[in-house]
């Protein structure tokens, strides 16, 4: 009974934050705003050489190193990242080198398109060939974690964390990723980083209300963590299950995962570069993440 | 407490390694029936069914009564040692490097008499003894006299122990520990008194219980391998391919579904992946390695052994698509065979019926136990065979196979086993 009410007051979420969602579109298409120049663009790229801004790479390496998600074993399977040789300067192909690679949407570090979860499969651009490209571009709010998360790998992010963040650095700007930064991508043994036990796994994400939260009050563009998944490593056992996958893509949001080098992001003031590969209907993709960050 | 054989000296590396010789190969087709027997561990004979004489060596026709009705029936190999002599010279390089060599002629029971290897277990002609048929390092059919009474093994004969691969003292792979075969296997290489063994392990993150008790045992040593990735098979083949003797193939993917309980193709290739692209990868990375140190005595690298399934012989649907990647590597592991046969090393396939594991939880019983599997594996490296078939399934199907495999298909395809 509890439960259905549960499920009718998410369905109720859900509609109220895509009206909203489509209210910010809107403003984002607004007309009036000043245009850039050329020239505004090359002083971009004269203070990435100067020294102005920089960049920070926050992807992981794709390798057959690298961990994928672990589901059970009668379960439909991601494949991790392969790499096969076509030629390499030799009977196969006299003058170039070549691969053939192959691996799951979710692979490394990766983009989560609103379709990948069934609360967002019905969505209009939920796919990573229709994702709006003016999303590909955003500032990033980072919310450093990482103390907690090494204290208690199931650490959960909550709407109080959130909070005390924005008092410090004011609200998080709607159509902004929302990065959870943990270290956890440090860890570079992948048993340390997959941390697996006979009850699942253990890693930090946020909890169902922060998800809530995020979406509906500050309607955010994504959620980003530097773990394997968007959410944490028990949130098959929370209500709803995966909470971030859920209300999130329901409200057409985003994940991005396994990110790295969040530690050499301000609080505020990046902006995050994130497009996914064009795959017809693509439920994700891996792609090359960057932030470009102000100062040296 | 197993018992380590004494590591031989190390080798002087100045000296060039040995290049493998092997025994005459050439056999006539229906000579190849005796191989055909001695590969499942079996001393057949042809018999005549219409006059009932038992004959050697193998022809077209009965040399009695010219039937061409002739079958090949297993012997119990009973008979005598007529007469025996030791070779001190011979023009063939094998047995040149090998001499002296003990041989004998043997008049059998069933009427024949035959030219045999004597076990050193072989008192002087006249006497009583067995014959055994065994495959020689060329893969053909030889027969071995061993002492009537008793089961001497062959590798307690110093020349014979070539006929087989005992792991005793031996450097070994088993290429995925984390399956309760790969462990038993383990387990039972340690018994056999194996001087080394690598233990493969994927994806190490998960966890699998009884790996740890294996990473305890002082001959073990837990590697990184992933035969899904051609780079982590060839850098285990870089680190160690010089080193390993035998090889053992226990990865092994299994899934229960047939054609339509599974929508897609992605468990399929996965299957196909470990099970037909896994033994692909590892044959490309190790084989040319254990060719190069096939004779390289004394501790040379001498087998691979592949864990198939009965189901590669015909495809039970209930599981088919693992069944169609059995297969595969089957048909793979002959080309492998053939490659190594050339280098005088064996490759054993072992086809088991329904494993008692999580995969083959809801199929009857019997079903093979991991360590019955393993023990057998290691009864096939001390002896002198190509093919197992371990359990009552196992030779229920190879049977069924033997006599007539279009019946075969057709019983298996009704899930009937």
Redesign the interface.
């Known amino acids: 009974m509890k439960a259905a009410k549960n499920a009718r007051s998410r369905k109720k979420t859900l509609s109220r934050t895509m009206r909203k969602k489509s209210r910010v579109t809107e403003r984002h298409a607004k007309k009036g705003a000043p245009v850039p120049s050329a020239n505004d663009l090359h002083a971009v790229l004269r203070a990435a050489a100067t020294g102005g801004i920089h960049l920070v790479d926050l992807t992981q390496t794709l390798s057959?190193d690298f961990?994928p998600i672990?589901l059970p074993p009668?379960m439909?399977?991601s494949?991790?990242f392969?790499?096969?040789?076509i030629s390499r300067y030799d009977e196969r192909g006299p003058a170039w080198y070549w691969n053939n690679v192959s691996f799951g949407e979710h692979t490394g570090t990766h983009f989560d398109a609103p379709i990948h979860w069934i609360s967002g499969r019905d969505l209009p651009h939920n796919t990573t060939d229709t994702v709006p490209i003016g999303h590909f571009i955003a500032p990033a709010c980072v919310i450093d974690c990482s103390t907690e998360a090494k204290k208690d790998a199931d650490f959960l992010l909550t709407v109080e964390r959130i909070k005390a963040w924005e008092k410090q650095h004011g609200r998080v700007p709607a159509l902004s990723w929302v990065l959870m930064r943990t270290d956890w991508s440090k860890r570079i043994d992948?048993?340390a980083?997959?941390n697996?036990?006979a009850t699942g796994q253990h890693t930090p994400g946020p909890d169902p209300d922060c998800v809530r939260f995020l979406v509906e009050e500050r309607d955010v563009l994504g959620f980003g963590t530097e773990t394997i998944g968007t959410d944490a490593g028990q949130a098959a056992h929370f209500s709803p299950p995966y909470p971030c996958h859920y209300y999130m893509h329901g409200a057409g949001k985003y994940g991005l995962q396994c990110l790295c080098n969040l530690d050499r992001l301000p609080a505020t003031g990046a902006l995050i570069v994130a497009a996914p590969l064009k795959i017809r209907r693509g439920s994700g993709s891996p792609l090359r993440v960057f932030a470009i960050v102000p100062g040296r | 407490m197993p018992e380590r054989a004494a590591r031989p000296q190390p080798k002087n590396p100045i000296l060039r390694t040995r290049q493998p010789t092997l025994p005459p190969a050439s056999r006539s087709r229906v000579a190849l029936g005796l191989t055909a027997a001695a590969a499942r561990g079996c001393f057949a004979l042809q018999v005549c069914r219409d006059c009932g004489a038992v004959q050697y060596p193998p022809r077209e026709v009965c040399g009695a009564c010219l039937s061409h009705r002739l079958i090949w029936r297993p012997q119990d190999g009973k008979g005598a040692l007529i007469t025996e002599t030791t070779l001190r010279t011979a023009q063939e390089l094998y047995f040149r490097e090998r001499l002296p060599w003990r041989v004998g002629i043997v008049r059998l029971d069933a009427g024949v008499n035959l030219i045999a290897y004597l076990h050193a277990g072989v008192g002087a002609a006249p006497c009583r003894v067995r014959v055994e048929a065994a495959l020689d390092r060329a893969g053909q059919a030889a027969f071995v006299a061993i002492p009537e009474k008793g089961r001497p093994d062959l590798s307690d004969d110093p020349k014979l122990r070539e006929f087989t691969c005992d792991p005793r003292g031996r450097k070994i792979l088993v290429t995925d520990g984390k399956t309760s075969v790969g462990q038993a296997i383990v387990q039972a290489l340690v018994k056999a008194g194996a001087d080394k063994i690598w233990i493969g392990e994927a994806e190490p993150w998960k966890k699998i219980s009884g790996l740890e008790a294996l990473r305890a045992l002082p001959q073990a040593t837990v590697i990184p391998l992933d035969v899904t990735d051609g780079g982590s098979v060839q850098e285990l083949a870089g680190e160690i391919g010089g080193k390993v003797d035998i090889l053992i193939n226990t990865a092994d993917y299994h899934r229960t579904f047939s054609i339509n309980s599974r929508r897609g193709v992605e468990t399929a290739q996965l299957e196909m992946d470990v099970n037909y692209f896994g033994l692909l990868r590892l044959s490309q990375a190790f084989a040319p390695m254990l060719k190069a140190r096939a004779a390289d005595q004394p501790s040379n690298a001498i087998a691979w052994v592949n864990l198939l399934s009965i189901f590669a012989l015909a495809n039970y649907s209930p599981h088919g698509t693992y069944s169609a990647s059995k297969a595969a590597a089957f048909s793979l592991s002959q080309a492998l065979r053939a490659e190594l046969r050339a280098a005088g090393l064996r490759v054993i396939n072992i086809f088991p019926g329904p494993i008692d594991d999580e995969w083959d939880q809801l199929e009857m019983p019997p079903k093979l136990s991991p360590a019955s599997l393993a023990t057998a594996t290691v009864e096939a490296l001390k002896g002198s065979v190509e093919d197992v078939y371990p359990g009552d399934v196992a030779q229920d199907w190879v049977a069924r196979h033997l006599d007539n495999p279009k019946a075969l298909e057709r019983e298996a395809g009704e899930g009937a086993r």
């Open positions: 057959s961990p672990v009668e439909g399977q494949r991790p392969r790499m096969e040789e992948p048993v980083y997959q697996l036990d």
